[in-house]
């Protein structure tokens, strides 16, 4: 898993290519660290990129972000799906497939 703490400007590298789950995060947050368990489980299946919310507000601010955890899957087309609140690993890969 890739973590973005203070600066995004590689994140637009990062999902170019699509098939990238993007977990917006906070370490405060116990949502959001319980969805990290859930990442780890399924991080073999599909590539996911960390960001903390706290450190990249622009970047949130882009994708609309205003709760957390949320969760972007960015397609090979473009195009994008999301999520907000907590989601167990099945779920998750079954999100993606959309």
């Known amino acids: 898993m ?9 994140f637009d590298e990062l999902i170019s290519n699509g098939n990238v789950l993007v977990d917006f995060y906070a370490v405060w947050c ?6 990290g ?3 780890e489980k399924i991080k073999d299946k599909v590539q996911i990129v960390k960001v903390n919310t706290d450190n990249n507000r622009e970047l949130c601010k882009r994708y609309g972000v205003m ?7 960015f397609k ?3 195009s ?4 907000v609140g907590f989601m167990n690993c099945d779920d998750i890969l079954k999100f993606i497939k959309k």
Do not use: V
Request: proline fraction near 6%; glycine fraction near 10%; hydrophobic fraction near 30%.
């Open 2 to 10: 890739e973590i973005i703490e203070g600066n995004y400007k590689n």
């Open 30 to 35: 116990g949502p959001c660290q319980m969805l």
């Open 37 to 39: 368990l859930e990442l």
């Open 67 to 73: 709760s957390i955890p949320t969760i972007i899957f």
């Open 76 to 78: 090979e087309d473009g």
């Open 80 to 83: 994008y799906n999301s999520s």
